[in-house]
Nanobody, 124 residues
């Protein structure tokens, strides 16, 4: 099993960009489907994006397509989330997640390993 550590969160003005990184420990990172979720205060954790071990398989929440991009570098055991044109409603804690045998790419129960989260705050 891998362990996940997110970084790259912070405070940004509306319209700005941030890139989150998630570094995984372990030698079998390339076997894992990786996902990003987010949770705003008082709300459920929601799916943002996911990428399969085969980098050709990417998935996005419909509402975020075109602004967010997920990618991975298996040589660096890292998955990224590039976030552009950020809006105040993107403010949330962003979580990286991993699973070896994905059954539901866009649901929290589809993943068995989570990072500690990275705070993203977008000011208006």
């Amino acid at each position: 099993q891998v362990q996940l550590v997110e970084s790259g969160g912070g405070l940004v003005q509306a319209g700005g960009s941030l890139r989150l990184s998630c570094v995984a420990s372990g030698r079998t990172f390339s076997d894992y489907t990786m996902g990003w979720f987010r949770q705003a205060p008082g709300k459920e954790r929601e799916f943002v994006a996911a990428i399969g071990w085969n980098v050709g398989s990417v998935y996005y929440a419909d509402s975020l397509k075109g602004r967010f991009t997920i990618s991975r570098d298996n040589a660096r055991n890292t998955v990224y989330l590039q976030m552009n044109s950020l809006k105040p409603e993107d403010t949330a804690v962003y979580y990286c997640a991993a699973v070896r045998s994905i059954v539901g790419v866009a649901i929290t129960s589809g993943y068995d390993t989570w990072g500690q989260g990275a705070q993203v705050t977008v000011s208006s």
